[in-house]
Nanobody, 114 residues
Framework: QVQLVESGGGLVQPGGSLRLSCAASGIIFSIRTMRWYRQAPGKERELVATISRDFSTTYADSVKGRFTISRDNANNTVYLQMNSLKPEDTAVYYC????????WGKGTLVTVSL
């Protein structure tokens, strides 16, 4: 059974940092491209960052230079380091893995506010 469990969300002031984690089980983690998505209130879910099996990464334009995705294959965990956070980064952040179907975690809420 595939499980993706996100953690690390919370309330942070603008300009602050958070590090999200996603622990995966039930998949051969090292061969999977892992993704972080986010969904803000009233908006569609959007792709934030990806990291492939060869550790290559891609980012949404809105987070380039501020967010960094990384992975630890020994611990089946993917991370999202978020710096210089802005109020518009407020969203529920989801971890994703894809094979024949999409697997999602339950998400972790990030709120950027004074």
């Amino acid at each position: 059974q595939v499980q993706l469990v996100e953690s690390g969300g919370g309330l942070v002031q603008p300009g602050g940092s958070l590090r999200l984690s996603c622990a995966a089980s039930g998949i051969i983690f090292s061969i999977r491209t892992m993704r972080w998505y986010r969904q803000a209130p009233g908006k569609e879910r959007e792709l934030v960052a990806t990291i492939s099996r060869d550790f290559s990464t891609t980012y949404a334009d809105s987070v380039k230079g501020r967010f960094t995705i990384s992975r630890d294959n020994a611990n089946n965990t993917v991370y999202l380091q978020m710096n210089s956070l802005k109020p518009e980064d407020t969203a529920v952040y989801y971890c994703n893995s894809r094979s024949d179907v999409d697997y999602w975690g339950k998400g972790t809420l990030v709120t950027v506010s004074l």
